[in-house]
């Protein structure tokens, strides 16, 4: 199947012939579909918190032990998605056609004056709806002629102006939520942020700009890491016919295996607990008191979630006779805790040593809590409860593409499906020992995905790896906890600059 160049061309990306071979052999086999039980919902799978919850939550994250802390953003590539209608208004400008008043690209024109890297320097004091105008403005903001954003990652985009003039990137509002709620008890603030090579001296660039003034204004002293997304992770493309799809230069094609390949970065972390937020959700300074509150919520229940674990552990470890009516009763404490509080249904054991065994294996895995919010209609996965394949049952982020539609059942689970990931995870990384634990270990393999791509012109196929908050954290201990919308503020495309959250 490969040639010796083709051996030397894998080797030389840190990969290995027999992992390319598997993932061949993945195109031809296709990923089963998950079984679905039911959708998490707040009767059963989702934690809704009063007031006095909230407040217990908090309290309890303020008090707990923790062995170092860590904000983690997926940050790499670039923002061209998010400029994907200005292109094309651009483009139309350009082959002398006009624009519709209401095209999202006239509208951006239109509020030109609305956005945080507007300056009248640049854009003119003037606005009108004339095509050379709008065409100015667009290729002013998207190219070289201007502000270059259509290259240029998320992360270091203006996407929020104060009126005591200050103007911050989408990272600097990392920074600013990193000293609130995630600050070391040494008042350290660490961040690791996974970019683009590429983009790493623009990233150095706005951290440059902002460190000293905001470790004096709070107080704080940052230890920001930025890494990459390994090449040995990227997985070959295969044509129409499951064969290694091969370039013009009769190369193989290798492509980024999507977010689950930060599994690899994540799993580097020395830290106990880790927050997870993707670098385009951050709003405006005045509602960090209402992100921090259910952030502190998210990590109170993942350290409470941790506590409770390691005692039965502790507790299991002290059972010198696993038949015992003692020992018998911890197991009945544990199946119904991890019924009632995981949505996990253990399945009848062969003996008492089975039994111990099974649910040690249960208690002792890395834990996420993630937020879920209200359907809405935003794009996300959504949580719901399915069948392992060892019988037991879990809660899994699942995203549309893992569902199979031509199952009623799993069919009308997404349609009654109430909630969705807004990617705010907290995570707790070491076992009851205090080691940490082997994230690779923990991975579906059979949670991945593929999809249609082309490569100049030609169609292919595409692996992704199981996602990160996907197949990457399947046999994790999972508990999902309702937040409010207003804690999501994604910025997908240019407009939503727009909404109140990223306005004064």
């Given at each position: 199947m490969f040639t010796n160049e083709d051996i030397k061309q894998i080797e030389q990306r840190g990969s290995s012939v027999q992992t390319v071979q598997d993932q061949v052999e993945r195109f031809k086999k296709g990923f089963p579909w998950l079984k679905i039980v039911a959708p998490a919902t707040p009767q059963k799978g989702i934690q809704v918190l009063d007031a006095e919850g909230v407040a217990a939550a908090a309290s309890y994250y303020e008090g707990a032990a923790i062995n170092g802390k860590c904000k983690f953003v997926p940050a790499s590539g670039a923002a061209s998605r998010m400029f994907k209608d200005l292109f094309s208004g651009l483009d139309a400008l350009k082959e002398g056609k006009e624009l519709a008043d209401d095209a999202p690209a006239a509208k951006f024109v239109d509020k030109i004056a609305d956005f945080a890297f507007y300056t009248p320097e640049l854009f003119g004091e003037q606005s009108c709806k004339c095509p050379e105008y709008r065409k100015d403005v667009l290729a002013?903001?998207?190219?070289?002629?201007?502000?270059?954003?259509?290259a240029k990652p998320k992360g270091v985009l203006k996407f929020h102006k104060y009126t005591d003039g200050e103007i911050r990137t989408a990272f600097a509002e990392h920074l600013v939520e990193a000293q609130n709620y995630m600050r070391n008890s040494d008042g350290t603030a660490n961040l690791v942020v996974?970019?683009?090579?590429?983009?790493?001296?623009?990233?150095?660039?706005?951290?440059?700009?902002?460190?000293?003034?905001?470790?004096?204004?709070?107080?704080?002293?940052?230890?920001?890491?930025?890494?990459?997304?390994?090449?040995?992770?990227?997985?070959v493309a295969v044509d129409v016919d499951n064969k290694p799809f091969r370039t013009e230069t009769d190369s193989l094609l290798f492509r980024p295996a999507g977010h689950g390949a930060l599994i690899y970065n994540l799993n580097k972390l020395q830290e106990e607990v880790v927050s997870i937020k993707n670098i385009d959700n951050v709003a405006n300074e005045r509602?960090?008191?209402?992100?921090?509150?259910?952030?502190?919520?998210?990590?109170?229940?993942?350290?409470?979630?941790?506590?409770?674990?390691?005692?039965?552990?502790?507790?299991?470890?002290?059972?010198?006779?696993?038949?015992?009516?003692?020992?018998?009763?911890?197991?009945?404490?544990?199946?119904?805790?991890l019924s009632e509080t995981l949505c996990i249904e253990m399945p009848a054991a062969a003996d008492c040593k089975a039994r111990v065994e099974a649910l040690r294996a249960k208690l002792n895995?890395?834990?996420?809590?993630?937020?879920?919010?209200?359907?809405?209609g935003e794009p996300g996965g959504g949580p719901f409860i399915i069948a392992e394949k060892d019988g037991s049952t879990s809660l899994?982020?699942?995203?549309?593409?893992?569902?199979?539609?031509?199952?009623?059942?799993?069919?009308?689970?997404?349609?009654?499906?109430?909630?969705?990931?807004?990617?705010?995870?907290?995570?707790?990384?070491?076992?009851?020992?205090?080691?940490?634990?082997?994230?690779?270990?923990?991975?579906?393999?059979d949670a991945g995905f593929i999809s249609s791509k082309s490569y100049q012109g030609r169609e292919l196929k595409a692996l992704e790896l199981p996602g990160l908050w996907n197949g990457a954290m399947s046999n994790w201990n999972t508990l999902f906890v309702e937040v409010p919308l207003a804690t999501f503020n994604p910025v997908k495309v240019v407009l939503d600059l727009l909404r109140p959250a990223h306005q004064n």
């Open positions: 002013k903001t998207l190219t070289d002629e201007g502000l270059g954003y259509g996974t970019i683009s090579p590429e983009h790493q001296q623009l990233f150095e660039e706005a951290y440059a700009e902002v460190k000293e003034a905001y470790e004096a204004k709070y107080g704080v002293k940052y230890n920001i890491e930025f890494t990459f997304q390994d090449k040995a992770t990227d997985t509602l960090l008191p209402e992100t921090a509150t259910w952030k502190k919520v998210l990590l109170g229940k993942a350290l409470k979630l941790r506590d409770d674990i390691y005692g039965y552990l502790r507790q299991l470890d002290a059972c010198e006779d696993v038949c015992s009516d003692e020992c018998k009763a911890l197991c009945d404490d544990i199946e119904a805790f895995r890395p834990i996420r809590v993630a937020g879920m919010v209200k359907n809405q899994q982020v699942l995203e549309s593409v893992q569902i199979n539609m031509s199952d009623e059942h799993a069919k009308n689970a997404l349609a009654s499906a109430t909630h969705f990931n807004p990617v705010d995870i907290v995570c707790c990384l070491h076992d009851y020992k205090g080691q940490s634990f082997d994230l690779l270990k923990y991975v579906d393999e």
